[in-house]
């Protein structure tokens, strides 16, 4: 397997401001680096304090990219409902260029009612608009041209600058949660998996959507010898022992619980055909209590020893070709999120193989 950092601001200035919050998180994004971790990711998500902090993954991946060496960057959700194809296609490529080559654009079709309302875009017809400005980016990646007319975009023989590094373009990875097209459809397309966040008492049937995804690649793509490819992103907490661990997570998965919660719950009263359940998880979530109903449902934390089971419970329940830690869940300091990160690269990792 491979390893990242998954970054999701779920703080606001009464928790730390967002330059601190960005100072800690790009040092974070050296130290993975210097560890030999693969992958920093960051979201993008608006208004509130979940995610709302990073509006522009690219911009500050492109600040990692000046920082380290070879760790990819990846973007864990272009809100593609929320931008043209030529932007992110342009903004894309130029990250990959100035890189070196080292971007991975993940996709997110974004599922809180409250952005759609402030970008005025339709959420029964996001999913459409999704899929179309994805296939209108790898087009403008790849071609000559380029010609769309739909119903969100129309232009003709577009050529998009720069030209990214790699080719035939950045890898692309597109988040699913809990919709069986999305995973059928992203296997189809050859693109690569994203689960941004699970809940682990629940994996048993998160396979079930990932097998969904991987019988999808392997129909169409299997003849061509490339592989699904499938990332998890799970909070994760290390400290020298179990009790030490857990006394200093949970008032963080509390703090980052609270503001996931406070986003969600704009689904109350709200009801599209194209997220179908969405208003019944919120009000599942609304019930969720983190001290009764565990915190090992929603993250790994412990000591080194545990943790290592742990991830060991996951690999063989889900199979995930990449686990990416999310570090600064609830706004911890950098003194907390780097002792996560060096007691796994020197404890953890080696024994994972």
Not at 18 to 32: H, I, K, M, P, R
Not at 142 to 160: G, I, L
Not at 186 to 213: A, C, D, H, P, W
Not at 300 to 305: F, K, Q, T
Request: aromatic residues 10%; contains cysteine.
């Amino acid at each position: 397997m491979e390893y990242g950092v998954s970054l999701l601001p779920d703080c606001d200035p009464e928790t730390t401001t967002a330059s601190q919050y960005f100072q800690d998180v790009l040092q974070v994004s050296v130290l993975a680096d210097q560890l030999g971790l693969n992958y920093v990711k960051m979201t993008e998500h608006y208004l509130r304090s979940y995610g709302g902090y990073s509006p522009s993954p690219l911009a500050f991946l492109s600040a990692v990219a000046a920082r380290t060496q070879s760790i990819r960057l990846m973007t864990g959700g272009i809100q593609a409902s929320f931008h043209h194809p030529i932007q992110i296609a342009a903004h894309a490529a130029q990250v990959d260029v100035m890189s070196g080559g080292r971007l991975d654009v993940g996709f997110a079709r974004a599922f809180l009612p409250y952005e759609f309302e402030a970008f005025g875009v339709d959420m029964d017809t996001s999913r459409e608009r999704f899929l179309a400005t994805i296939e209108a980016v790898v087009r403008l990646w790849n071609e000559k041209d380029v010609t769309e007319d739909t119903p969100f975009f129309k232009y003709e023989k577009a050529n998009s600058l720069p030209a990214p590094v790699q080719q035939p373009g950045p890898p692309v990875w597109v988040a699913a949660l809990a919709t069986p097209a999305s995973f059928d459809w992203t296997g189809r397309k050859g693109f690569n998996l994203l689960i941004s966040s699970t809940q682990l008492n629940e994996m048993g049937r998160k396979r079930e959507y990932v097998e969904l995804y991987r019988n999808a690649f392997m129909e169409e793509h299997g003849d061509s010898g490339r592989k699904p490819k499938f990332a998890v992103s799970i909070p994760l907490l290390i400290a020298d022992t179990d009790e030490e661990a857990r006394d200093l997570a949970v008032p963080f998965m509390l703090k980052s619980f609270n503001a996931f919660k406070e986003a969600i719950l704009s689904w109350h009263n709200v009801e599209s055909p194209a997220y179908e359940g969405y208003t019944a998880m919120a009000r599942q979530m609304a019930s969720f209590d983190l001290e009764t109903d565990g915190l090992e449902a929603k993250a790994v934390v412990g000591s080194p020893d545990t943790v290592l089971g742990r991830i060991e419970e996951v690999r063989d329940v889900l199979g995930p070709d990449v686990i990416l830690w999310n570090l600064d869940f609830g706004g911890q300091s950098l003194e907390t999120m780097s002792r996560t990160l060096n007691l796994f690269a020197d404890k953890v990792m080696p024994a994972l193989g």
